[in-house]
């Protein structure tokens, strides 16, 4: 992932804090949901429940989110492909993530086994962003 990217979305996003990622729906429209996100060094994180969500990136796996800060225009777009998984070593991912926004008792509150049934992964690999508003001043 761009450094700088990285750095926009680790000023500007907390853990704990809703983003908006958007999918492309049968009909080739955009379907947007509030979602949680986690951050790698790679990869922009997802924990996936819903099913409508599921089934537009198994479709296409094109995919949008908007991290923003409330009360100002600092935002951060970012563009890229979704990857949905259920192994071990999403498990060790989405479980981090879970930790990451919530502490470890936050984890145990929500601690399940990732599944094709119920709760997957999306690892987001970017490939453009924008970022606004989080530039220095000059």
Not at 29 to 40: A, K, R, S, W
Not at 87 to 101: F, P, S, T, V
Not at 102 to 111: M, T, V
């Amino acid at each position: 992932m761009d450094p700088k990217l990285h750095a926009a979305i680790t000023a500007l996003h907390d853990p704990a804090a809703w983003v908006h990622l958007s999918t492309i729906g049968r009909d080739g429209g955009p379907h947007v949901t509030p979602m949680m996100m986690g951050l790698t060094d790679t990869h922009l994180l997802f924990s996936l429940t819903g099913k409508q969500k599921v089934r537009n990136l198994e479709r296409d796996p094109r995919a949008c989110v908007a991290i923003s800060r409330p009360v100002t225009m600092a935002h951060v777009i970012v563009w890229g492909t979704i990857e949905i998984r259920v192994d071990a070593a999403a498990q060790h991912l989405w479980e981090a993530m879970i930790e990451r926004a919530f502490g470890p008792d936050g984890l145990g509150q929500r601690s399940r086994a990732l599944s094709r049934e119920g709760t997957m992964l999306g690892l987001l690999t970017p490939s453009r962003h924008r970022i606004y508003g989080l530039e220095p001043k000059p």
